[in-house]
């Protein structure tokens, strides 16, 4: 991939030089990663982004380099001319790629000088993270940053390749556009032509590549920066990068189909990692009953087990209580922790729970003689033995089990339990990868918030076919043609077939409890262009941070991106809001509130 | 390039059949264009992104497919299943690439109806611009339009190969970023976190894409989304899109090189234009005195001559006094039109100059016995013949004289005046295609506003290595590293080597007035970086939007755009500001000043 970087500056890039090289004279160019001095030797390890070679400069043969040479400091900026030789047999580095030659210099000029760092210019710098935002520059001359930064550019390169070949166009959507009623907060830009009004900018290009597939554009695709204006997050930032695209004349199949294909070809041409079989699929409703998430790392058991009916009559009233108040009892069997576990741990586990608001964790020990258990002594025999068998519990076990009169806390306390079990018990590796499409997403969850019923995704998805009769007496039963691709737990993309018929539009709007004329001052721009000739359409978008993050084994979304915004903003001098003078804010006829 | 768009709706897009399909049965969806009924045929249009078929639905032969075709009306999407079948001869249609065959209908599935269409779906719908705008949904389906965005996504793509090929890394710079001192009005964003602070839209990646050579990325582009808060004009949108490369260890030689590959490489692959030959070279003295612009059109002569020492000691006083108070007289001669322009037509381009601030345009028209002017009186025999003869004027000629103290004017002015009359005459075709490179552009000029000189690119730009020595005295004389790249008079990119060494960016700031505190309060983060070892680097960037324009043959950049930014925002919703929540604004801590 480095063809062509030769320039009048150098022949060679660092890292491409090999043992055929031996003989050739080359000029090279980098930072000074290393110099050391033995005797009348300097020893130079000249670095760029290609990787890292070895230059001599030997007094006794070009007295005038070597001077120069004695001059330059870690990070300098230097061009050397010499030759490329093979290394004596003892010399040969096999930590390099280089390590098998060097260089023997015989000039070296000094493009520019430095200051000596305030980091190492080393993957295993152990500076903190202010330090290294600070720095940022420096930061980013890190082997394992550029990498990170290589790969972000050819996944995009890879899905830029498959996505053309499909007969997918690229178009750009607009950053100033209008703001959305729905969804999370926007960022506002002050209009200067329109006094008093303001741009936002798009969450998602979710309405424009709605129209454009009203335009008959039949394929878009877009790598588009998207903005919300929430506090950050180790995981998120507030302008984020999605792969989004729109298909028309398309089903779910249609675009699960062409994504597992371009999943597999991004997999495969960056780390040479197969995905052979077609991805399995799950229901969300399979996925929260096995593993309380509709996101599971399916890389591990630990599955949940509905115990609600073997206790919904039991002594122990807090399982009785949740289940007769329409909740349920849901246990997952930590297999071996019984005997791994201290008491102290499995207490842990019960503050665990809590952060999720669970009101306590019951905890069964199955040990060689009976089991250990603050509960065991409330339940009847028969209970017990049909916990057991139900978690197919064996000597050495920990049954973990959750109850609440709300079956989501339930869900997601076990399920967030898993994960923090397989944490605990090291149970994923980082290389391989448990993809899965969930499917038959909830159209409508009801907000208690709101009063009414709201999108699960947004109110433009279309529920499945033979549900469409439940939209007016069962709006929650009704599942959504709406699809999620999820990889080791984390949710990497997700996408839905939308409404084209104009009918079935307005019966959604009713279950979300809009008039017809509330619908229109909210969307009427899109449901204006559905009047002309729709065709049925859907699509998807992923987050190229995560997938980044992924492919390089990054847990830090920071360290996929050059220029992240931080919690500080100061210490990333470019990304930091500044005062606006104020001619200009009068021009946009703006006034700052001043704090009280 | 439409491999793989089958889906399980369709066998095939409309556009791509042919007759080595005749006897095959396909599934097609699109959009009705027309439908004509014919006894007991009726005829549809089928139209897609890929083209447009003939489907005929015979009464005879499927009744209840012709009856769903006999209710289908313009623009509703269907579904069709048929056979292909060769043309007779007589109905061969050779305005369109399928002309050769229909489809034989046997079934049709109405899959969206639709209102009667506002406008025609027909390139030459001379509808006005507004409902086209606010139809844009519409308008986009127009064949025209269509290939517009199809060309704009694979320039993008022949350009990211080309560069992915050659070492280029995509990186991603920040939209939110910290507002510029200097540069054209920015777009500011408020700050939630960081009350009364303000980020702004980038206008370039300048700063970043400098920051990435400091960070050893060696070869960094982008083509990216950049802003500036300026009224609307034909040619230019408040958010527009930047081809934008930087690249260490580079001098200008190898940037021209690589640019000039790109260029032939877009060109050759998008529209099969051969740019054989290396692209010509003008320094901006050259082409100022030559063209009057530092972006000339070379597709036509009419160059300008300097007329100022034949007319210094005239009596006609506009010409000897423009001189004495250090101006200039140049002048164009218009081949042909002493003959061809009527008087009117002179005093048009009369008015035409003092559009671009001359006082007034002399003039002489050579006629087979004399010359006609107005000015001949005024002038002595051997300087009129001094003026015929530098500006080897024959009968029939007509030339063209502008006098002015402020030699910009009389550049500027005899330049525009070419370019008018290039379009009287019509003297350009749009499909040929004259590149130029402008190279030595001033380093830096002097702005009366300001009272001190500014720089002609940025403050970062490297002025020429012979012309350092002047900046401390004759700062005006020093020439840049800079370089344009200007095709048919429209200038399509253009950047620069920029300044690497410490020493020389601080004299570059005294030159500019700056004190050593000015410069650090303003570009203090690179500055910083700039210590620790800084490559040498420069860069170019080219406009998207310009290069689709022409490579379209089209001259409003809206008809290059998906959804542009219009005048009349109202006419495009998604584009539209809108008054935002006050609740939001309160937490921005923000108050709208009420207008007066």
Chains 1, 2 share one sequence.
């Not at 295993?124 to 972000?152: F, G, T």
């Not at 608001?357 to 065991?376: Q, R, Y």
């Not at 397989?422 to 409508?444: C, G, H, Q, V």
Request: net charge negative; hydrophobic share 35%.
């Amino acid at each position: 991939m480095y063809q062509d970087m030769e320039t009048s500056k150098r022949t060679h890039t660092c890292g491409i030089l090999r043992g055929n090289n031996v003989g050739e004279k080359v000029v090279l160019v980098g930072w000074v990663h290393r110099r050391r001095d033995l005797g009348g030797l300097i020893f130079i390890n000249l670095r760029d982004r290609t990787g890292m070679i070895q230059v001599v400069f030997d007094k006794e043969v070009c007295e005038e380099a070597f001077e120069i040479a004695s001059t330059v400091r870690n990070e300098y900026v230097v061009s050397v001319e010499g030759e490329v030789t093979l290394r004596e047999e003892g010399q040969i580095n096999h930590g390099i790629a280089t390590g098998e030659i060097e260089i023997k210099g015989e000039k070296i000029e000094i493009l520019d000088s430095a200051h000596t760092p305030p980091i190492y210019i080393e993957d295993d710098d152990k500076v903190s993270e202010d330090i290294r935002l600070k720095y940022r520059y420096l930061d980013l001359r890190k082997p394992k940053m550029q990498q990170n930064l290589i790969v972000r550019h050819k996944i995009t390169k890879v899905i830029r390749d498959y996505l053309d070949q499909r007969g997918f166009i690229e178009i750009e959507t607009p950053v100033l556009t209008k703001p959305t009623p729905e969804g999370a907060r926007d960022y506002l830009v002050p209009s200067r032509v329109q006094k008093g009004k303001w741009f936002a900018l798009p969450q998602s290009p979710q309405l424009f590549k709605q129209i454009l597939m009203v335009s008959g554009m039949d394929r878009y695709f877009q790598i588009v920066k998207c903005f919300r204006d929430e506090d950050l997050r180790a995981d998120r930032q507030p302008e984020f990068t999605q792969i989004d695209m729109e298909l028309s004349f398309v089903n779910q199949e249609d675009i699960i189909k062409i994504n597992e294909g371009l999943i597999r070809e991004v997999f495969k041409k960056i780390i040479g990692y197969d995905i052979s079989s077609s991805i399995p699929r799950m229901t969300y409703q399979e996925a929260m009953e096995r593993f309380g998430s509709d996101k599971p790392d399916i890389r591990f058991g630990l599955e949940l087990k509905d115990l609600t009916e073997i206790v919904k009559n039991s002594e122990f009233k807090v399982f009785s209580n949740a289940v007769r108040e329409g909740g349920q009892v849901r246990a997952i069997n930590a297999k071996g922790c019984g005997k791994r576990f201290s008491r102290k741990e499995i207490d842990s586990l019960g503050e665990f729970v809590k952060l999720y608001k669970a009101k306590g964790l019951a905890w069964i020990n199955v040990t060689e003689n009976s089991v250990k258990s603050p509960i065991v002594k409330f339940l009847k025999n028969q209970e017990l033995q049909d916990i057991l068998s139900t978690m197919e519990a064996e000597i050495g076990d920990l049954i973990l089990i959750v109850a609440d009169q709300n079956e989501k806390i339930v869900y997601n306390t076990l399920g967030q339990l898993r994960l923090e079990l397989s944490r605990k018990l090291k149970l994923t590796k980082n290389d391989s990868f448990a993809f899965l499409w969930i499917t038959e997403f909830p159209l409508l969850e009801y907000s208690e918030e709101e009063g009414r019923y709201v999108a699960t995704h947004h109110p433009f998805t279309s529920p499945m076919d033979e549900d469409i009769s439940l939209l007016e007496d069962h709006p929650e039963k009704v599942r959504a043609k709406a699809y999620d691709l999820v990889v080791n737990g984390v949710e990497l993309g997700g996408g839905s077939i939308r409404i084209h018929n104009r009918d079935l539009q307005e019966k959604m709007f009713k279950a979300l409890g809009f008039s017809k004329k509330q619908a229109w001052e909210q969307f009427g721009f899109l449901l204006e262009a559905f009047q002309y000739g729709t065709p049925p359409h859907g699509g998807i978008a992923f987050g190229l941070d995560r997938l980044t993050m992924l492919l390089t084994q990054t847990d830090n979304i920071k360290d996929v991106i050059a220029f992240p915004k931080t919690q500080n903003h100061s210490c990333l001098m470019t990304n930091a809001p500044a005062i606006a003078e104020n001619q200009q804010l009068e021009e946009l006829g703006i006034r700052i509130i001043k704090e009280r």
